[in-house]
């Protein structure tokens, strides 16, 4: 019978060898004694082992901080699913909406600047902080507009200060705007 | 310490599945009775590998949380107890890594004790100890001494294994799971380790029979 070797004895053991295999550890111990004294060198050191751990104290008790920081840091498993579903629906909807806001908005640019195209449109607002605050000194602006480009000014105002708007032609129209300062002649 | 037999083991882990049944359901007191039920062998396992009080505490509360943030994925027909100690020993072996950390190196370690060690080893130990009566002679506490010792000198995966085999009484087969491993790497970590304990109590043993002329005196007798 082939002798076990030192490894499957320490399966033998620990009894983690199966039926066949402990069966056959079982008899080549009869014939070699010195494998049985080996096969309880290893349950002894074990049982050292255990008693070494009994002596030992158990260490500390950490149930109350764990508890604490669990609470503290989480939610309860089942809502965390809840949560974690909800925030999915949630981003889905925002992006829905931005989605569909962007494809409106893209539609109505595209329709507002149909009848321009080519060229742009220049617009002032009268909220703008260069043109507030009197809609009152509207008088004081003079407008050079060019006659053959179609070119929309809502509201122009320069304050007490006047000022021009040159369209200079080219290859790309250049908008200019001057305004004087206070006492600068013309 | 762990339950030993199979039967008891079973009934801690369908004790441990209707816990954590209960605790992913949001039940806070489930998930205190599982921190209550496993806390001081995961504190033993995690001390064993890091020899560090402070160290074994915060790796046994990060494994507690980790265990909470994942409750809602954990399998029902999973063993807690070996999920949960491969959450703690990759916890050790995470900070055992860490640069600048003094211990020794994990990987290099273990390599090179399996090594070195010859495959037709000896545990001489017991048939003197059988044959001389050894706990007459030696102080019991001298020998657990004596093994704390030589504990300390097994790398820190060598040691995990012997106390998730000896104290937490689990198979090759949890642990190799427990600890993300083959059975052969675990079969051999024990042997290894267990053959290093040998050899330091078989020295202390003969030193004691050299100081000690009694011990002549009672092999002698026998």
Not at chain 1, 118 to 141: C, E, G, M, W
Not at chain 2, 62 to 81: C, D, K, Q, T, Y
Request: hydrophobic share 40%.
């Amino acid at each position: 019978m082939r002798r076990p070797s030192p490894q499957k004895l320490m399966a033998f053991a620990d009894d983690q060898l199966d039926s066949e295999s402990a069966h056959h550890v079982s008899q080549s111990l009869r014939d070699y004694p010195e494998d049985q004294q080996t096969v309880e060198a290893f349950r002894q050191l074990g049982s050292f082992i255990r008693a070494l751990e009994d002596e030992q104290e158990c260490g500390p008790d950490l149930t109350n901080q764990i508890m604490q920081q669990v609470e503290s840091c989480s939610t309860p498993p089942s809502k965390i699913l809840f949560l974690r579903n909800k925030r999915l629906a949630n981003w889905t909807g925002v992006s829905f909406i931005f989605a569909a806001a962007a494809s409106m908005l893209l539609w109505r640019y595209s329709q507002s600047f149909a009848h321009l195209a080519p060229l742009a449109t220049l617009s002032f607002s009268a909220s703008h902080p260069l043109v507030r605050p009197a809609a009152s000194f509207i008088s004081n602006a003079s407008l050079v507009e060019p006659s053959e480009i179609s070119t929309e000014v809502e509201t122009v105002d320069f304050g007490e200060n006047l000022g021009k708007i040159f369209y200079l032609p080219g290859d790309a129209i250049t908008t200019v705007i001057w305004v004087r300062e206070k006492g600068e002649t013309p | 310490m762990a339950p030993s037999n199979p039967q008891a083991k079973q009934a801690e882990s369908e004790e441990d599945r209707a816990l954590i049944e209960a605790a992913k359901k949001g039940d806070t007191r489930a998930f205190r009775c599982l921190v209550e039920r496993h806390q001081h062998r995961a504190y033993a396992i995690a001390f064993a590998m890091v020899r560090n009080e402070q160290d074994a505490r915060d790796i046994v509360q990060e494994g507690f949380l980790r265990v909470h943030r994942s409750l809602p994925n954990f399998a029902g027909n999973a063993i807690f107890f070996t999920w949960f100690y491969r959450i703690i020993t990759n916890l050790c072996i995470d900070l055992l890594r860490k640069p600048g950390r003094k211990t020794m190196e994990l990987a290099t370690l273990d390599e090179r004790a399996d090594s070195l060690v010859p495959a037709d080893c000896e545990f001489p130990l017991l048939q003197k100890f059988e044959n001389g009566n050894p706990l007459e002679t030696l102080h019991r506490a001298q020998v657990l001494k004596k093994i704390h010792d030589a504990l300390e000198t097994l790398s820190p995966l060598h040691r995990g294994a012997i106390l998730l085999r000896e104290v937490e009484g689990m198979s090759y087969e949890e642990m190799a799971e427990a600890m993300g491993v083959s059975q052969g790497t675990i079969m051999s970590r024990l042997f290894h380790a267990r053959q290093k304990l040998q050899r330091a109590l078989r020295d202390f043993y003969l030193e004691s029979q050299n100081t000690n002329p009694l011990n002549h005196v009672a092999g002698d007798l026998k």
